[in-house]
């Protein structure tokens, strides 16, 4: 499966941005999906989480409230939004799929959080 990470880009502190990752070669309906994000000089850590049926949903504590992740099993498409970015924030966002108990990744997304 080859996952493709957008919507990221360069924002203001307090605003909003919309990640999305397509999926191709496989349908993502019967999988657990994700967002990592690994900021400069530090490991990728897990941000946000979504099970098959979007029945279940974890998040990093430092993103509850503020983000939000969704899917459209249709449209092999998975969706992070992101409001009320900090600098903290700062990272590239990769997308990633939960086959057989590992976690894998496409490419990321660049995403760039001012002051």
């Known amino acids: 499966v080859q996952l493709q990470a957008s919507g990221g880009g360069l924002v203001q502190a307090g605003g909003s941005l919309r990640l999305s990752c397509a999926a191709s070669?496989?349908?993502?309906?019967?999988?657990?999906m994700a967002w990592f994000r690994q900021a400069p000089g530090k490991e990728r850590e897990l941000v946000a989480s979504i099970n098959r049926s979007s029945g279940s949903r974890y998040y990093l504590d430092s993103v509850k409230g503020r983000f939000a992740i969704s899917r459209d099993n249709a449209k092999n498409t998975v969706y992070m939004q992101m409001n009320s970015l900090q600098p903290e924030d700062t990272g590239v966002y990769y997308c990633a799929i939960l086959l057989g108990g590992i976690w894998n990744w496409g490419q990321g997304t660049l995403v760039t959080v001012s002051s």
């Open positions: 070669g496989r349908s993502i309906s019967t999988y657990d």
